[in-house]
């Protein structure tokens, strides 16, 4: 498995030294985000991914394993979404990023989940076509009405059994049964249900795993060091393991730290993932 690191842990820093450290850090693989302003450390208007890739290799880094996308919430997502999402994985695939992530979203007060679902299904349909053609998988992370539970994900799945369509597992999404989600550049908590096992939940969709979050959390569910919360990121990583899962397990925290506070978090998770991969 590949030991890497989101520099969304670092959001609020500029690239260059976000790279520097988690570099530093003991991490040879990073992902990143396009979710601009909350994490704009890709903005696919303006950067060139293949200068990116360059970057990224600058700094002794083996590979880059994902990138979110903006606009990545279907459901609730303007009618530009799809354009959006198809056009950050034609910039995935020429800076060699092998993936993009993609989150359900909140369904509206006033939407059925019927009409929502369809929606999440038509969309997802038509973003697989470019997927498939660029040779990237799209990746649906627990962040959304239908995706914190393993009935959810297992629904989300049977849309398509393209293996161009796959899951961006986060251990502490499903833990907690919330996500982030950003509105106009601010963070706003969002619920939904109540939290499930996250090591079962894993078990029925491991096969559809194509990138893996680690993150843990304290009592309080704020992001911690790998290890030292209530997840069960070791007990993950097992189900993995037994799978014969060898993708990407990256390290993510929701960021808006001190600069030291993220970087003590990154070495002691590259440790402790040094011990449990």
Not at 28 to 33: A, L, N, R, V
Not at 64 to 84: M, Q
Not at 159 to 164: D, E, G
Request: glycine letters at 8%; one cysteine or more; charged letters at 30%.
């Amino acid at each position: 498995m590949k030991k890497g690191c989101g520099t969304v842990v670092y959001r609020q820093y500029e690239i260059d030294r976000v790279l520097e450290a988690i570099k530093k850090a003991g991490y040879d693989y990073f992902e990143t985000q396009s979710t601009n302003p909350w994490c704009n450390h890709v903005i696919i208007a303006q950067d060139d991914p293949v200068r990116f890739a360059e970057k990224a290799m600058s700094h002794g880094f083996k590979g880059i394993t994902s990138l979110w996308t903006n606009e990545g919430a279907l459901i609730p997502g303007k009618d530009t979404c799809v354009d959006t999402i198809k056009r950050t994985i034609e910039w995935a695939a020429a800076a060699g990023i092998p993936v993009v992530d993609f989150g359900d979203g909140h369904k509206p007060a006033d939407m059925t989940k019927e009409d929502a679902f369809k929606i999440l299904a038509d969309r997802i349909l038509d973003i697989l076509e470019t997927a498939e053609k660029c040779n990237v998988k799209f990746a649906l992370e627990p962040h959304g009405t239908f995706s914190l539970t393993g009935d959810g994900l297992e629904k989300i799945l049977s849309i398509s059994s393209s293996p161009y369509l796959g899951i961006n597992y986060d251990c502490a999404n499903v833990f907690r049964a919330s996500y982030v989600e950003t509105k106009n550049g601010e963070a706003s908590w969002r619920k939904a249900g109540k939290g499930e096992d996250e090591v079962k939940v894993l078990e029925r969709i491991v096969s559809r795993v194509v990138h893996f979050h680690a993150k843990d959390l304290n009592a309080d569910k704020s992001c911690v060091a790998l290890g030292e919360g209530c997840v069960k990121v070791k007990e993950c990583i097992d189900i993995l393991k037994k799978a014969g899962y060898n993708g990407a397990v990256s390290l993510e925290t929701e960021g808006g730290m001190s600069f030291e506070d993220c970087d003590e978090i990154a070495k002691k998770s590259s440790l402790y993932l040094d011990k449990v991969l």
